[in-house]
């Protein structure tokens, strides 16, 4: 049997830009991507904390240390700079994996530093 686990989270990012003429996606700072153990084009579920809004699409690479989370395309009316989001990703474990298991959680600072 497989469960749908929270695979990592960046808790509390602060939305830099929102980019309603791209085709789509979230572009996060690369550092941070790594620090979450995210990869380019996996999918994953943003939350923003100032609105309610919930919606879900994929990760594309943002340049390293500009600390970057712009929502792009449709998902750019969904949120506002400055807007506290939370973006999490999923993975599908076998049942025997979750003993033990952690995933990665990484909370940041209003200047998306890691705290």
Do not use: W
Not at 68 to 89: H, P
């Amino acid at each position: 049997m497989k469960i749908e686990m929270m695979y990592s989270k960046l808790h509390r990012a602060t939305v830099t830009d929102a980019n309603l003429n791209y085709v789509g996606s979230i572009t996060i700072d690369e550092d941070l991507m790594d620090a979450a153990h995210l990869r380019e084009f996996q999918k994953v579920d943003v939350v923003d904390i100032n609105n309610g809004e919930r919606l879900s699409t994929y990760v594309i690479k943002g340049p390293r240390g500009k600390k970057d989370f712009c929502l792009n395309g449709a998902a750019a009316r969904k949120v506002a700079v400055g807007d506290k989001i939370i973006v999490i990703a999923y993975a599908s474990l076998d049942i025997e994996e979750l003993d033990g298991y952690k995933p990665y959680i990484i909370q940041l600072d209003d200047q998306n530093c890691i705290k």
